[in-house]
Nanobody
Framework: QVQLVESGGGLVQAGGSLRLSCAAS????????LGWFRQAPGKERAFVAA????????YYADSAKGRFTISRDNAKNTVYLQMNSLKAEDTAVYYC???????????WGQGTQVTVSS
């Protein structure tokens, strides 16, 4: 059992920045990787970025490359998503998710709203 809690969402003007945090608790030792997903109104949930807890390998969606940075602090059991140069199209509910080795994402946070005004 893993619990994930996101924070850091809010309202920001286009071109601005936000830093999202995802705090993990419970059986965190079982986590292999964590990722960020987002879902905009009327659209399907989309992958944004992911990171491996062990070695810090990162992966990004094309929409996030060059603007977003995912990182982790294993000692704090926390994953971050630094979002720069935000655009109106980034407006969505952002979710933190975790998965175990060889498994798909199965643990999800409650989501945090990010609204970018143009």
């Amino acid at each position: 059992q893993v619990q994930l809690v996101e924070s850091g969402g809010g309202l920001v003007q286009a071109g601005g920045s936000l830093r999202l945090s995802c705090a993990a608790s419970g059986r965190t030792f079982s986590i292999y990787g964590l990722g960020w997903f987002r879902q905009a109104p009327g659209k399907e949930r989309a992958f944004v970025a992911a990171i491996t807890w062990s070695d810090g390998s990162t992966y990004y969606a094309d929409s996030a490359k060059g603007r977003f940075t995912i990182s982790r602090d294993n000692a704090k059991n926390t994953v971050y998503l630094q979002m720069n140069s935000l655009k109106a199209e980034d407006t969505a509910v952002y979710y933190c998710a975790a998965h175990r080795t060889g498994r798909s994402y199965e643990y999800w946070g409650q989501g945090t709203q990010v609204t970018v005004s143009s």
